[in-house]
Nanobody
Framework: QVQLVETGGGLVQAGDSLTLSCAIT????????LAWFRQAPGKDREFVAA????????WYADSIKDRFTVSRDKAKKMVRLQMNSLKLEDTAVYYC??????????????????WGQGTQVTVSS
């Protein structure tokens, strides 16, 4: 089991940048994938990005590719999501998730047993 705490959300204008952080405590993360999901009002939770704790390999949703960057900091035991060129449609609650998730399942929320409480990101025009 791991515990996750997200920080860094807020209100920004379209075109701005924002960095979310996820602090991790608990079990060893040797085979874990760490992911970011988001959920807008009235919509399903959707995959944003993921990173392998072991080797730093990354995966992204097509909707945010080239604008967002996910990374892990082993020394600080944190995962970050750097978001650039934010759009109105990026408004959502962003969640950090962790699990020993296989590659074919890493885009599916149901395959992550550990979740943070979420942090709100609001992009205004």
């Amino acid at each position: 089991q791991v515990q996750l705490v997200e920080t860094g959300g807020g209100l920004v204008q379209a075109g701005d940048s924002l960095t979310l952080s996820c602090a991790i405590t608990g079990d060893s993360l040797g085979s874990y994938k760490l992911a970011w999901f988001r959920q807008a009002p009235g919509k399903d939770r959707e995959f944003v990005a993921a990173v392998s704790w072991t080797d730093g390999r990354t995966w992204y949703a097509d909707s945010i590719k080239d604008r967002f960057t996910v990374s892990r900091d082993k020394a600080k035991k944190m995962v970050r999501l750097q978001m650039n060129s934010l759009k109105l449609e990026d408004t959502a609650v962003y969640y950090c998730a962790a699990g020993r998730t296989i590659l074919s399942s890493l885009r599916y929320a149901a395959h992550y047993p550990n979740w943070g409480q979420g942090t709100q990101v609001t992009v205004s025009s």
